[in-house]
């Protein structure tokens, strides 16, 4: 098994789509360029939903026209439906992610759309992707808890899961949304899915609500994921997953990978600095304890 992890740093898009206080794009445009020069090798960058339902990212086309693109940097952007698309390559996107749900009610909360009808939507999305030669990723959220319907059953999971890869996404994120689940339920998770779609092409993305999330990607990577959703200083959320917190904070990642001896190929000292200088401009807390640490050391 490699020991190279792959994180995707999704601070920018799921970091701050869920901040109240609209951040100017000037500061979203230097947290991306801060990122590039970590050693990440994908930064999501924005999202090209609608800005009604999400306000904080309204500014995608800027963002995307501002930002100091690094060769050997994927700069992937969540797309919910053909408009999105059109618009995310208008902007120059390369790499875009679809979303989906493994419950029903968090889905039509989330899109206005119950599971399938969302999985049509993107029928037209990965056919001109196929044709224009973008990557596509595909998440399942809620596949440990929903904040609606309680438990998720594995088969529900497995079931969206295995169609985004059918249709055509060359990686499935799997979304614990509310971070309400802990290393034995995440690697049972996994498994199921890994059954039914390359274990290569799956990646864990982890809210932190529990403080559940690094214990997760721990027994996670024990079964051979290698592909690790992360956001700087611990920053996200769902505007539309109740009782959401940030996601599990990329210097945290980091630090615990290198220390079982994995690689990455980032600068923690710079990653941190970059987590340290958002939550300056974010005003608050920096939810990195790695990140509060080396500041003190
Ligand atoms: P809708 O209101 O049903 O859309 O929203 P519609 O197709 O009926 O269109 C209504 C209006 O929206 C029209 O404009 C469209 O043009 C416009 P009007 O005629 O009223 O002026 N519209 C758009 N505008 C710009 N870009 C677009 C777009 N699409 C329609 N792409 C929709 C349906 C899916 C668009 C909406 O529900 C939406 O944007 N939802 C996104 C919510 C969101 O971003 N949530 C957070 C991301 S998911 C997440 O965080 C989970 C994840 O991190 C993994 C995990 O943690 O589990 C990925
Ligand atoms: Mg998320």
Redesign the pocket.
Known sequence: MSDFVRIVE?GPR?GL?NEKQQVATADKIALIDRLSATGLRTIEAT????????PQLADAAEVMAGIARRPGIAYPV????E??YV?ALAAGASEV?V?T?ASEQFNRT????GIDESLQRFAPVLERARADGIAVRG????VLGCPYQGEVPLADVVRVARALHAMGCHEI?L???IGVGTPRKARAMLRAVAAEVPMAALAV?F?DTYGQALANIAACLEDGVRVVDSAVAGTGG????RG?SGNVASEDVVYMLHGMGMDTGIDLPALADTGRWLAGVLGRGNGSKAGLAMARS
């Open positions: 999704v799921d789509q999202s090209f939903v609608s800005p009604k339902w999400v969540l797309v919910p439906n408009q999105g618009r992610a979303f749900a989330n899109t206005n759309a998440y399942v959220s809620t994120s979304g614990d949304t993305h809210h769902c505007p539309y997953a959401a």
